[in-house]
């Protein structure tokens, strides 16, 4: 049988994934006392079962830990597996010792999980210098894509969408949803007059004054270039945009100015627990487990 | 050559320490993302030096991927060796699954550390149904006793002393420091009426009204027992007693309830960083390394 863990915060996305699943959840108990020790209790049997555990990597130090007492608890009661289902995946941002002395932490942390946990799913990582998950984790480790979840509710919830893309680097990604919802897009364009003086043009807004704009980026952490964006757009007469991101991470006050910035409204995919969640991506998550 | 790094909050440890080892002090960058991701760069080469980490660990799970990038990147740059001065030793108070389904966090903490680090030593880590640290660890691990400090301190600072035991299982502890100080001790006895009626007396106090009463523990978290201890003192006619801890775990708020209580002070080892820390431990670390 397989059983279905989640860490505090993926309550509804477990109780999704476990019903696609057909399989059972079981029940953890997570706690940290005062002195910043973490405590973990399984409260159902694991003996021969194929356990699977849904535990976002976003802010690693705090749950690293708590999900190391896990895997090791699980592996002793008697689990046949244990498979790690984080729909943010941490620590892939160090690549590559950039300055003499710093710690390569991807590849670090990848190889900590790697030697805890027997495979991964994850969605959208940021694969920059390490162009697979393979190069780095020693374990079946997959990377799922958000377009499908994005483009299904675009397609449910926005009447004639346009689909924008922040830069030229995005166009792949913002197409690939564009054509699963079956919407137009348009990806911003710099034009370098010189070193300081660079101007952003919207191609064909013209044709799109009557859409409703959907930007769409992966990672949502300052919001800084969304918010540039969201002033190209507003000059160029557009509406005010809907904007996604597939993951909430959110820096302290961004979600704040994100919002105050001339917005229709914020939506993310629920791989980071966040009050902007709103596309379910345990569709996506199902298909391959 | 040995290089002595140190994690953030024991600068001044460190200093002493390097001073009476006569060894270089390394340098290392230790910053947090907003994110809750951590960022470790050395700044000195370690390249077939000998390496001692200085890194309490209190907070275990704030702590643990830092230390675990650090040994990592230090290993890589040609470390001949990391060895971890932990002057306090989280997770050791989960030494037994008490209820079905616990992690014995102590073990698997334990077993992360010995994979990473070559020898460990730490002051009066909490031992008890683990006799020894060997028990768990599979590197040197050593545990050192903060008598001999506490005992130094209460010479040089304090004129007429008598060593206070909160109860009859700090006896052992209470008449080393007291020997160590050539100084009297007395413990608080309980005497059951009853259930319920429990009546505690201070032995010999008409011997010790002149005295300097100074309470002595080991970990002060809640301060409970030391402030309960300081109401029986008081009720005797004992003057304001200094409080001695060795490790200052302090729960939140414990810190000032214990100086509001009547104290006449409160002093602290310098094993967790903190305002009460008075007492060096340096000399105790230097002798065994």
Redesign the interface.
């Known amino acids: 049988m397989t059983l279905l863990f989640t860490f505090p915060g993926y309550e509804e996305l477990a109780k999704n994934l476990a019903g696609k699943l057909k399989c059972t959840q079981g029940d953890v108990t997570i706690r940290?006392f005062?002195?910043?020790?973490?405590?973990?209790?399984?409260?159902?049997d694991v003996k021969n079962h194929e356990v699977i555990l849904l535990c976002g990597l976003?802010?690693?130090?705090?749950k690293?830990?708590?999900l190391?007492?896990?895997t090791?608890?699980a592996k002793e009661?008697g689990a046949k597996s244990v498979g790690l289902v984080a729909p943010y995946l941490?620590?892939m941002?160090?690549d590559k010792r950039f300055?003499g002395?710093?710690?390569?932490?991807s590849t670090?942390?990848a190889a900590?999980l790697s030697q805890h946990i027997d495979w991964l799913i994850t969605i959208d990582p940021h694969l920059h210098r390490h162009k697979t998950l393979d190069e780095i984790y020693k374990i079946p480790a997959k990377a799922l894509h958000a377009a499908h979840s994005i483009a299904t509710w675009v397609n449910k919830n926005i009447d004639h969408p346009v689909l924008i893309g922040p830069d030229e680097e995005s166009e792949q990604w913002v197409s690939d949803v564009a054509q699963q919802a079956n919407a137009p897009f348009i990806v911003l364009k710099k034009i370098r007059h010189g070193d300081q003086d660079v101007e952003v043009s919207v191609p064909d807004v013209e044709l799109y004054k009557d859409h409703t704009p959907v930007l769409i980026d992966d990672i949502i952490?300052t919001a800084r270039t969304m918010i540039e964006t969201i002033t190209h757009l507003k000059k160029s007469g557009m509406k005010p945009p809907i904007c996604i991101g597939v993951h909430a991470?959110f820096?302290?006050g961004a979600y704040e100015a994100l919002l105050e910035s001339g917005v229709e409204s914020v939506v993310t995919c629920n791989t980071i627990p966040h009050a902007s969640n709103a596309i379910d991506t345990s569709d996506i998550i199902a298909q391959v487990i």
Request: hydrophobic share 40%.
């Open positions: 940290h005062p002195d910043g020790e973490s405590f973990v209790k399984l409260n159902t976003d802010h690693p130090d705090k690293a830990m708590a190391l007492f896990f090791k608890v009661l941490g620590y941002r160090q300055h002395g710093e710690a390569i932490t670090i942390f900590f952490s991470v820096a302290k």
